[in-house]
Every structure is written in structure tokens, then in C-alpha cells.
Nanobody, 125 residues
């Protein structure tokens, strides 16, 4: 089992920045991919960013150049640094982990085995 606990959400003005943290514990040696997803009210949960154990990263187009995913392998924390935030970034942000994902499943909810409880990010205009 792997446990994921997100923190760092909050209310920020448009153009501002936030850093989300995902504290990871348990059998994390089994994990090959760490990701962030988000879910806005009335919408499906969508992929935001992923980082693989080898350091490869990928992002959904609307956040490229504004968000950065990283992992501190000493503290076992996955970060999502968000800058130039927009009102459309408002959502609950979830951390996710996958044991042995295939490349095509990395942007998909079903590609992940473990999920955190989420942290709310609200961007005011």
C-alpha cells in the first residue's frame, strides 16, 4: 500500500503562485510514476502532470510553461509548482501514483493505483 497526502492548496489571485505538496509513504519503492490530476466542479477529473522514476516529465497543454512537477526523493514528497495561475485552474488537485503504468495510460485516471484525498485550489479573477 501507498499513502498520499496533499497540502498547499488555497485561495490566490489571478497571476499568483502556489506550491502543492504530496507526502508519500508506504511501499513507494514499487511506484514508477507520480502524477497530479485536477477536478473542477461538474467536470471529469483530468490529468495535469506526471513525473516518472527516471525523471521524465509531461504536462497537459494548458499548464505547460506555468506548472512544474518535481519529486524530492529524500523527503519523499512530490511537488506541483504553479505560477501565472488563472481562474480556469480552479479545481481540487489530486496526487496519484502508479506501480507499473504503460505509456498510453499515464494521462488517464485508470492508469493509477493510489490517490490522495485532494486539496482545493481557488483562483480569483
Amino acid at each position: 500500500q501507498v499513502q498520499l497526502v496533499e497540502s498547499g492548496g488555497g485561495l490566490v489571485h489571478s497571476g499568483g503562485s502556489l506550491r502543492l505538496s504530496c507526502a508519500t509513504s508506504g511501499n513507494i519503492a514499487d511506484i514508477s510514476a507520480w502524477a497530479w490530476f485536477r477536478q473542477a466542479p461538474g467536470k471529469l477529473r483530468e490529468f495535469v502532470a506526471v513525473i516518472l522514476s527516471g525523471g521524465y516529465t509531461n504536462y497537459v497543454d494548458p499548464v505547460k510553461g506555468r506548472f512544474t512537477i518535481s519529486r524530492d526523493n529524500v523527503k519523499n514528497i512530490v511537488y506541483l509548482q504553479m505560477s501565472a495561475l488563472k481562474p480556469e485552474d480552479t479545481a481540487v488537485y489530486y496526487c496519484a501514483a502508479a506501480r507499473s503504468p504503460i505509456t498510453s495510460s499515464l494521462p488517464l485516471v485508470r492508469g493509477y493505483d493510489y490517490w490522495g484525498q485532494g486539496t482545493q485550489v481557488t483562483v480569483s479573477s
